[in-house]
């Protein structure tokens, strides 16, 4: 089994970074309690999050996604897409996209949950992925087994 870097970095500064993450809020005037998470399941969807966030100032809940890399969370990248599902699995209205570098500098966005882009755009390629590769996987354990996935059809927004 490995691991890729950047998931091994952020489970080793993990805690660094929500300490940071609860100094900086706190120095925006926001007063949040992290309560960490795992694994959540609901609406027929799991998601995995670092935390569940409460923010007292604003009497909001939202989640947290830490993350090593970039500053500003590109609307097409990984992060953004995995984000807009926990905030689905959830029923949450934001997240806290953090980005730690050290306790000195952490990056802190919080993105909204899109639910034209979730509808449109994520859920269809979801459901497309989980039908064409992630089924197919299951019932024939071809990758497992060191065989070349099943061919599928690349999944094009209409």
């Given at each position: 089994m490995y691991?890729?870097?950047?998931?091994?970095?952020?489970?080793?500064?993990e805690e660094n970074a929500i300490t940071a993450y609860k100094q900086?809020?706190?120095?925006?005037?926001?007063?949040?309690?992290v309560e960490k998470r795992g694994l959540v399941v609901c609406k027929d969807y799991g998601a995995s999050v670092d935390g569940i966030v409460n923010d007292l100032?604003?009497?909001t809940s939202g989640c947290l996604e830490?993350?090593?890399?970039?500053?500003?969370?590109?609307?097409?990248h990984d992060y953004y897409i995995q984000i807009q599902g926990q905030m689905y699995v959830l029923g949450l209205s934001w997240a806290d996209f953090v980005v730690w570098l050290s306790d000195e500098h952490v990056h802190v966005e919080r993105v909204a949950f899109d639910i034209d882009a979730w509808t449109k755009n994520i859920?269809?390629?979801?459901?497309?992925?989980f039908e064409t590769a992630f089924v197919p996987e299951l019932l024939t354990r071809k990758v497992k087994?060191?065989?070349?996935?099943?061919?599928r059809t690349p999944y094009v927004a209409s």
């Open positions: 691991a890729l870097l950047p998931c091994t970095d952020g489970h080793t500064h900086f809020m706190k120095s925006k005037g926001n007063n949040v309690v100032t604003t009497d830490d993350s090593s890399g970039q500053i500003l969370l590109n609307r097409a859920l269809p390629a979801l459901k497309h992925f087994c060191g065989m070349a996935p099943a061919i």
